[in-house]
Nanobody, 121 residues
Framework: QVQLVESGGGVVQAGGSLSLSCTYS??????MAWYRQAPGKKRLYIAA???????NYADSVEGRFTISWDSAKNILYLRMNDLKPEDTAVYYC?????????????????WGEGTLVTVSA
């Protein structure tokens, strides 16, 4: 079983920055990812990282967000720069079994409660 706890959300003005963290526990975790769910929308993938530190980003956040992973400390990070109102969402981390590249992240069906990011115009 995997347990995930996201933190670091808050309210920020457009153009600002925010850093999220995810502490987790569990076994067989070979990759991790961030997702987000805007009000009234589906939860969407935004970034993934593998045990080889290979990363991938959704087009909507490419160049603005950075995913990083300290597997020794069991912490996943998401640095978000140049935030836009459309980045407003609940952000979730996910633990995966494998990540082979774009479109090939294999996540497990465990989710935390998420952390809310609100970007004001």
């Amino acid at each position: 079983q995997v347990q995930l706890v996201e933190s670091g959300g808050g309210v920020v003005q457009a153009g600002g920055s925010l850093s999220l963290s995810c502490t987790y526990s569990g076994a067989n975790i070979k990759a991790m990812a961030w997702y987000r769910q805007a009000p009234g929308k589906k939860r969407l993938y935004i970034a993934a990282i593998g045990s080889d530190e290979r990363t991938n980003y959704a087009d909507s956040v490419e160049g603005r967000f950075t995913i990083s992973w300290d597997s020794a400390k069991n912490i996943l990070y998401l640095r978000m720069n140049d935030l836009k109102p459309e980045d407003t969402a609940v952000y979730y981390c996910n633990a995966g079994l494998n990540f082979r590249g774009p479109g090939e992240y294999y996540g497990m069906d465990y989710w935390g409660e998420g952390t809310l990011v609100t970007v004001s115009a």
